[in-house]
């Protein structure tokens, strides 16, 4: 907790503590978590607002994005379950050449990723941000798709930090008994989305790997090539 009101402190109030200060320590110590007091996190060098409260960005999706970010370099892009743009919002930072859209089903994300977007100074014609439940409202085709979809098995709730289900949106994290809702209508309905030749992104959670693998294979995809996040955990998979 220290080493969190220390932050606050250097990063909210450049080390000059007042009675708002006092304040957010309370929240801090209550249980909220310290992004949201702090009003934004950083991600791959980008600031991240989170005034509307979005599912702060993990440092495990930081990791796998900064890989991605290797080969990911020209053509256009979706950041779909975008949250808080975070993903797309990086892209267009680092990857001048790339076109992204964003789709986020809940109308707070559409609202947060425009600021993130405005924030970060990103060229208006370059991105476009789309309210969609999956693809309900989209029709393109992209070279790359991003998606870190609500994964989280509601039986496995009890595993899940008190302050993430206090505070952070119960609609990015869970998808059903075991998680794999929204990947499953995700993996049904992308293919047709992809160009020639185009790559999937997806993260999830280390013990869905096996059935992502026969979901790849009923929904008639080439490959997935699944890899571990900086903790050793299975945690992402590119899919062709």
Request: hydrophobic residues 35%.
């Amino acid at each position: 907790m220290e080493k969190e009101i220390q932050w606050l402190l250097k990063e909210k109030y450049n080390g000059k503590p007042n009675r708002k200060f006092n304040k957010d320590v309370e929240r801090l110590e209550a249980g909220e978590p310290l992004g949201y007091v702090i009003g934004f996190t950083e991600f791959l060098g980008c600031k991240i607002d989170l005034s509307k409260k979005p599912l702060i960005p993990r440092p495990d999706t930081e990791f796998w994005v900064g890989q991605v970010l290797k080969e990911v370099r020209v053509g256009k892009a979706l950041d779909i379950f975008s949250g808080s743009g975070c993903i797309g919002v990086s892209l267009l930072k680092h990857a001048p050449n790339l076109l992204c859209d964003f789709a986020d089903k809940d109308k707070k994300a559409v609202e947060q990723i425009k600021i993130n977007c405005k924030l970060n100074k990103l060229n208006k014609k370059k991105y476009k941000v789309i309210q969609s439940d999956i693809f309900k409202n989209i029709s393109g085709k992209y070279d790359f798709i991003f998606a870190n979809p609500p994964y989280v098995a509601i039986k496995r709730k009890d595993k899940v930090q008190k302050s993430v289900l206090e505070y952070e949106p119960k609609i990015a994290l869970f998808a059903g008994n075991d998680g794999l809702l929204c990947i499953n209508k995700f993996l049904s309905q992308a293919k047709k989305h992809l160009n020639p030749n185009g790559k999937i992104f997806m993260e999830f959670s280390s013990e869905q790997k096996k059935p992502i693998e026969q979901m790849i294979k009923k929904y008639g995809y080439s490959s997935g090539m699944f890899c571990k996040d900086q903790y050793g955990k299975w945690r992402w998979v590119s899919i062709t």
